[in-house]
């Protein structure tokens, strides 16, 4: 539980499926100041479960969010100056937290299983790194009395690297497989959202996430991936 309610303070670079009838809880916040003196409440109780290898590195991250949250500025400040402070610790990951390192981030396996009207894909990818992911640009963040938070976040560039294999087909007429290295580079890419929080007591929990939009927006795109075979089929009819 602890990790998870450190974690929310990332919720602006989450992707979370939304749908017109679905809710999308988050644990108990009346409102955001104090779900903000939780955060650094439920961080220092942190430091009564380790040892003292790694405690000094939790009073670190736990004074600095302290500092944060307890100084001057609005909600809105607050939460840029704790993703300022997460972009700083993302190169070394906060292993007292169980946060890993997300420069780079490191996705071990990927299972593959696409299914569309044009097609059929299955393989993997594997160890997977996504580089550049702290050099986010937060282009726009506001939350106003009625709890409607809205942000813009931009990705200037960002490398993907990793090994996949693929078989699979687009129609009757190509047969597509591959095995080896692949890499794709992605520049601005921008994530834009407005998310609508919620407060009622007779919900369980009783704030939560009542819906969220999310736009995104890809200026370029370069894909490579070795030894990838595309073989047209001619069918006697």
């Known amino acids: 539980m602890k990790k998870e309610m450190f974690l929310l303070v990332t919720v602006l670079v989450l992707y979370v499926p939304y749908s017109e009838n679905s809710i999308i809880r988050f644990p108990s916040m009346p409102n955001l100041d104090l779900f903000l ?3 650094a409440n439920t961080t220092i109780d942190v430091v009564t479960g380790v040892t003292g290898v790694v405690n000094g590195g939790v009073s670190i991250v736990t004074n600095t969010i302290l500092r944060i949250i307890n100084g001057a500025g609005t909600a809105t400040e607050k939460i840029i100056n704790l993703l300022e402070e997460f972009r700083k610790r993302m190169v070394m990951g906060i292993p007292e937290l169980g946060i890993p390192i997300l420069e780079p981030l490191t996705i071990e396996f990927i299972d593959l299983n696409i299914t569309h009207e044009v097609g059929r894909f299955v393989g993997y990818a594997r160890d997977i790194e996504v580089r550049h992911l702290s050099r986010f640009k937060l282009d ?4 106003n009395l009625q709890n409607r ?7 200037p560039y960002l490398k993907v690297i990793g090994f996949y294999e693929i078989n699979g087909n687009v129609g009757d007429m190509f047969r597509i497989f591959g095995k080896g290295p692949f890499w794709l580079k992605l520049q601005g890419l921008s994530i834009s959202a407005v998310a ?8 369980n929990p009783s704030y939560y996430l009542e819906w969220l939009k999310i736009k995104v927006k890809l200026q370029k795109i370069q894909v490579k991936f070795h030894f990838l075979l595309v073989l047209v089929l001619f069918l006697n009819k």
Not at 140 to 143: A, G, M, P, T, V
Not at 149 to 155: C, E, G, K, M, Y
Not at 197 to 202: A, D, G, Q, V
Request: aromatic share 14%; no cysteine; charged share 20%.
């Open 140 to 143: 726009h963040i506001s939350l």
């Open 37 to 39: 003196d939780k955060i």
């Open 149 to 155: 938070l809205s942000f813009n976040i931009t990705f």
């Open 196 to 203: 609508q929080l919620r407060f009622n007591m007779k919900h």
